[in-house]
Structures are given as structure tokens and as C-alpha cells.
């Protein structure tokens, strides 16, 4: 069993920055891929980012490129997204999420376990 917990969303105006964390629980951590994805009110959740289980590989969705990035700690058991020049098409509830098989994929079939989301919001 494997347990995140998000944190770092809120409110923020356009332009500025957040720091979003998952810190997962599980000895073996190190060994999965990470996934950040989103869903904005009225829409499917759709893919952001993606690190493998070394972190060596990263991966985004094309609306995020240059704004956002992802990275990890594995002593920490702990994966984050940095997101700066936030807009308001932005605001989404951010969902952090683990593949056990390090598959590196932008599907989300692909991931076993889903943390309870943290809300961002930007405003204009």
C-alpha cells in the first residue's frame, strides 16, 4: 500500500509561484515514477509532468514547458512541482500520483496510487 499526501497549493495572482510537494509513504519509493496530473472545474484530469524513479528523466505536458519542474527526493520519499509564471488557466486541483512499474507514461492507467489533490488557484 502506498500513501501520498500533496501540499503547497492556494491562491496565488498571476505571474507568481508555487511549490507543490508529495510525500509518499513506502520503502520503496525510489523505485517508481512520479506523475503530477490536474483537473480543472468541468474538465477531464489531464497530464502535467512526469520524473522517472532516478529522476533522470522528465517529462511535461506541452502547456507547462519552461513554467514547471519536476523533481524529487528520494531520501525524502518526496516528489515536487515548482510552478512559476502561473496563469489562471492553471487553476486545477493538482493530484500527485505513483507508478509501481516505472513506466514513464503520460497515461493515467498507468499509475497505481493517487494522492487527495491540492486546490490552485490563480487569479487574473
Known amino acids: 500500500q502506498v500513501q501520498l499526501v500533496e501540499s503547497g497549493g492556494g491562491l496565488v495572482q498571476a505571474g507568481g509561484s508555487l511549490r507543490l510537494s508529495c510525500a509518499a509513504s513506502g520503502r520503496t519509493f525510489s523505485s517508481y515514477a512520479m506523475a503530477w496530473f490536474r483537473q480543472a472545474p468541468g474538465k477531464e484530469r489531464e497530464f502535467v509532468a512526469g520524473i522517472s524513479w532516478s529522476g533522470g528523466r522528465t517529462y511535461y505536458t506541452d502547456s507547462v514547458k519552461g513554467r514547471f519542474t519536476i523533481s524529487r527526493d528520494n531520501a525524502k520519499n518526496t516528489v515536487y512541482l515548482q510552478m512559476n509564471s502561473l496563469k489562471p488557466e492553471d487553476t486545477a486541483v493538482y493530484y500527485c500520483?505513483?507508478?509501481?512499474?516505472?513506466?514513464?507514461?503520460?497515461?493515467?492507467?498507468?499509475?497505481?496510487?493517487w494522492g487527495q489533490g491540492t486546490q490552485v488557484t490563480v487569479s487574473s
Open positions: 500520483a505513483a507508478d509501481l512499474y516505472g513506466r514513464n507514461s503520460y497515461m493515467e492507467r498507468a499509475y497505481d496510487y
